[in-house]
């Protein structure tokens, strides 16, 4: 039999009785992941669920955008609000039943929702676990306000959109106002917006819907891997025109009812 | 100058670590930081103290072996500046400097000022080879590269590792780090073979030691080289195609 003549390197170290040195380890990783089908391997990488935040991002940007334009028509007076909710429920009929493309609408909106908010929140939990805190001061040299308060920010709406919801959908009390009717938007809007505190809440949750939204508007086309230089500089106009969009007509709302513009 | 030094003293991986104060006199505005802290180790070595521990290896930015956290700010005030090309002229007379490790959990420290940057070797390693002919070196312009591709390339090349990215970054992420050693090779007909299965794999490596980015823009004003966010934008597009082009493999 032929005598193997070679070493390798380790046993070479071996039989000089040393052991083979070895490069310090690396600390442990945060994190190991198997394969499984595409989007799940894709979903379960932090770059796809920051591009689900993205894409999740643009359909409730698009919902608080259509929603905020529906909202002015209370400014039409002459029922014009009522009737426009009335026509959302019957939203491509007789092609399908009435309250179908509604509720269509609404599951996509509730598994952007739910999809936006997992992802956030184990983006939060893989963040915490990778972070380390400085020991003396930190000095963060450009981070917006908006970027570092984006979970408060999106808690805090969360939160507000349920309030919401039981206060003009559901007509819940003590969130909705005493007289809540189904299909009188406008005078369940007005009797709502008429109690000061919740006028209050309605403007504060608006602009923290703002700043949410105008780091959102500018960070996901990063996420979604949209910079461009032919419409870079856009990024930021566009999330502050939007968010900005967004806010003035919210807010307009409860300053109108207050001061008997609507109403 | 007289200078008040807060800095991190911490005898191994396992020690909990403190802040030590030390009275730095006569610091010329000329010198740099690495060598205020040269001149303090001497005087510590004299008096039978240990020397506080830190990196450096080129002092003049293009290694990237150097790297603390100065006041908070990763290498220090002054932008597009590594620790070693700051000088003691960004401070004044009578200022309290701190000076801090990076601070990731896959950055352990080793000893006071110098941590384990090795989880960016695994995150290299994983990128693989790029298919080009070996042998004697070809002919300079038989791959032809358009001028803006191959300066953008360049652009993220400059990266030197030093992990300022990571350390500014409120969430330890290392996409800046990550997406200009992506997008150098990504970019340039050299490296095209493997563009998304090298993306893939140093993206998913990345993300077992690392946070997620968060588009705060820390790394991009603590970079060294001034690499820009707009490669974090182009390694997270080639990831998801990346991670449609690698489906089913292994």
């Known amino acids: 039999m032929k005598k193997r003549l070679r070493l390798t390197v380790s046993e070479a170290f071996t039989i000089f009785g040393q052991s083979m040195p070895t490069s310090p380890a690396t600390p442990a990783p945060v994190s190991v992941s198997r394969r499984r089908p595409w989007p799940v391997e894709f979903y379960r990488s932090a770059v796809g669920k920051k591009w689900v935040m993205g894409i999740t991002g643009i359909a409730l940007l698009g919902f608080v955008l259509a929603h905020m334009i529906g909202n002015l028509k209370v400014y039409l007076g002459d029922g014009q609000l009522d009737s426009y909710a009335h026509f959302l429920r019957e939203l491509l009929y007789p092609l399908l039943p009435k309250t179908v493309t509604l509720w269509l609408m609404r599951t996509g909106l509730v598994i952007a929702f739910l999809l936006h908010i997992h992802a956030a929140a184990s983006l939060t939990l893989l963040n915490r676990r990778a972070n380390t805190a400085y020991r003396g001061p930190r000095d963060l040299a450009v981070a917006s306000y908006a970027s570092r308060t984006m979970r408060w920010s999106g808690v805090i709406v969360a939160v507000f959109l349920l309030w919401h919801l039981a206060d003009l959908t559901w007509g819940v009390t003590p969130m909705a106002a005493e007289g809540w009717t189904p299909g009188a938007v406008e005078a369940n809007l007005v009797a709502s917006l008429s109690r000061g505190g919740v006028a209050v809440l309605y403007v504060v949750a608006n602009l923290l819907l703002g700043i949410h939204i105008y780091h959102g508007a500018w960070s996901l086309f990063q996420s979604l891997g949209f910079a461009h230089p032919s419409y870079k500089r856009w990024r930021r106009w566009f999330a502050q025109a939007f968010s900005a969009a967004i806010v003035i007509g919210n807010v307009s709302i409860p300053i109108a009812v207050w001061t008997g513009m609507v109403g | 100058m007289n200078i008040t030094l807060r800095a991190w003293r911490q005898e191994g991986p396992s020690d909990e670590g403190r802040f030590e104060t030390y009275q730095v006199s006569d610091v010329s505005a000329d010198m740099s930081f690495l060598e205020m802290l040269d001149v303090l180790n001497e005087r510590l070595t004299l008096e039978g103290l240990e020397p506080i521990a830190f990196d450096s290896d080129c002092r003049e930015g293009i290694c990237g072996t150097c790297g603390v956290m100065i006041n908070g700010r990763a290498h220090g005030p002054q932008a597009a500046t590594a620790t070693c090309q700051l000088h003691m002229r960004s401070f004044r007379d009578g200022d309290t400097i701190t000076v801090e490790p990076w ?4 950055f352990e420290v080793i000893r006071d000022l110098v941590v384990d940057r090795s989880a960016f070797d695994r995150i290299i390693e994983a990128g693989g080879f790029i298919t080009v002919a ?12 358009p001028k803006e591709i191959a300066e ?32 150098h090779l990504n970019l340039l007909p050299q490296g095209s073979s493997e563009r998304y299965i090298r993306t893939e794999r140093m993206v998913d490596t990345m993300e077992q030691f690392f946070g997620s980015c968060t588009n705060h823009g820390e790394c991009e004003a603590a970079c060294p080289k001034q690499i820009s966010i707009d490669f974090i934008a182009m390694m997270n597009r080639d990831y998801v195609k990346a991670k449609l082009n690698n489906r089913g493999r292994a």
């Open chain 2, 103 to 106: 601070r990731a959990a896959a």
């Open chain 2, 134 to 145: 070996t042998g004697s070196a070809p002919e300079a312009n038989l791959t032809p590269v």
């Open chain 2, 152 to 183: 953008t390339a360049f652009d993220a090349a400059a990266c030197i590792g030093c992990g300022a990215c990571v350390a500014a970054c409120p969430n330890s992420a290392a996409q800046l780090f990550t997406a200009s050693k992506v997008s």
